[in-house]
């Protein structure tokens, strides 16, 4: 099974199932595997990294006609990357739209939320989802609250709003993998969280940003109660993904982020490094619908 990203099945209103989409290798067919708490794992990861294929004008998932083989820091062959029509808008900071005039339409019709996320290591990200994917970006990120600071109609404002609100120094666009991993056994209080993110709203000076917030506490979502001691990484830097084996009893998922334990020994491993790879594994599986593939951001 090629690895295409982490995905956190939305079961009901607060239920998420944690896992990935894949591609078998026999058929076009998307699928989910899950990577419930629990569950026993034994993975052989195998290279090289192939392109993930494309998204489609009517936002359905495309397989990749020839597997390409794809360079470091790249999710699709050059092919695949000219048909995906959510290509262009990947790095969108509202400046310069490059996308179709399809894709453009639906994004000017469509009503944005501007938020931020806090870490607990008392990180804010300041981000854009569509209103209802809302929760399961903030899931999907690993964040530990999140709260709405502007609602917006159409994403090129929306964007324009992030970009301007992330050039301050207090606030990021990205946190990364590896410092999410630190913060595993991190906690702090929503009281705290609630100040931070106050702090930073009284800074701002623009009337299209809220002057306060609620925030959400995201806690419950990841299934890391067990966790009571730093976990080892499975790749530690440097580590070669290819022929990588994991094994062991799944805790639970912080945004990509898959905590096991063989007896009292943990370990971590960031599934969206598996982007592109092959997982050689007995998971049960499930077709998922392709319904809504252009909600994701």
Known sequence: MQVLEVHWRLHGPQTYEPGFLFWAENDDVLHFASVDPKKEISWTIHGPRRCVGSIDSEGKRRKCPEMAVVS???RRCVTCSSMDIMDPCIRCDGRDCRATEKRLESCNR???????????DCTLKVGVSKEARLVTRWVEQGADFGGVIA????????RQLEYQLSRSPHVTRQVRGTRKESLLLSSFEQEKAQSIVQSFLDSVDTPRVEPTTD?????????LSELHAEPHRWNPT?????GLQILGEVVGMKGSLLVTRIDESFSVLNLGLLQ?????EDARVSVISQTGILDFP
């Open 276 to 280: 592109g790879y092959t997982i050689d």
């Open 151 to 158: 609602r917006v109609r159409g994403g090129k404002k929306a």
């Open 215 to 223: 925030l959400v506490n995201l806690a419950g979502y990841y299934n």
């Open 238 to 242: 440097g580590t070669k993904l290819d």
């Open 72 to 74: 470091p820091g790249r």
């Open 110 to 120: 469509a009503d944005y939320a501007v938020y931020l996320a806090v870490f607990n």
